[in-house]
């Protein structure tokens, strides 16, 4: 079975750039979440799909964080403008149906605001 | 007050030793609690569920306690493949919601 896929896996901009990532989950998967982990610290949920709808955004930065998950399958993750706080690694992970099954996690995206 | 706090550690083990994490939660409509388990540049990855009644994997043993609000991790007969970082997971269905704690970092040293 493949697992959750994610690209690009390191990116680095200049601060007040714009970025994009790509987050494809294990087939069949309702939930969907990004997650941001700074270094040293456990990851922090930014935003949960639940099919194509948001259920959970609560920690998203709307001001500059933006995403969508079209259909219910692919999600993407949007930075525009970047700051260097955002350094960061991005994970997407995705479950069967619900918050009270496995999460599986991609390899994650590597961002570097310089 | 953090919703979940770890003792990030590090602790340091010689191979055969046993060691314990705790994890406390603050909200007690916390419903499903999980450990999973974060190797150094890698993706985390679901070391265990953790159940009311306590379950057993091998060498791994998680607890919950609902009274006190925390959930433990026990490792006996530590490897030197069990250096990891290991992250507490609080779920409420209610809220949909999904928090992890910082992680507790353990090395194990032959």
């Known amino acids: 079975e493949a697992g959750v896929a994610q690209s690009p896996r390191y990116k680095i901009i200049e601060k007040r750039q714009s970025v994009a990532f790509w987050c494809n989950p294990i087939s069949g998967h309702a939930t969907l979440y990004w997650y941001q982990q700074i270094l040293g610290q456990g990851p922090k949920l930014l935003i949960q799909f639940q099919n194509n709808g948001v259920v959970d955004d609560s920690q998203l930065p709307k001001d500059r964080f933006s995403a969508e998950r079209l259909k219910g399958v692919d999600s993407t993750l949007k930075i525009q403008p970047a700051k260097l706080e955002d350094s960061a690694v991005y994970l997407c992970?995705?479950?069967?149906?619900?918050?009270?099954?496995?999460?599986?996690f991609g390899p994650g995206t590597r961002l570097l605001v310089l | 007050r953090k919703e979940v706090e770890q003792d990030p550690g590090p602790f340091n083990v010689p191979e055969g030793a046993t060691v314990a994490f705790n994890c406390t939660y603050s909200?007690?409509?916390?419903?499903?609690f999980f450990w999973y388990r974060q190797d150094c540049r890698k993706e985390p990855k679901l070391l265990m569920s953790v159940y009311s009644s306590g379950n057993e994997d091998g060498r791994f043993t998680a607890q919950l306690n609902r009274a006190s609000q925390y959930i433990s991790l026990l490792i006996r007969d530590s490897k030197l493949s069990d250096s990891a970082t290991y992250l507490c997971v609080v779920s409420y269905t209610g809220g949909f919601k999904t928090i992890f704690g910082a992680g507790t970092r353990l090395f194990v040293k032959a």
């Open positions: 909200n007690s409509a916390s419903q499903s």
């Open positions: 992970a995705s479950s069967l149906n619900s918050v009270e099954e496995t999460q599986y």
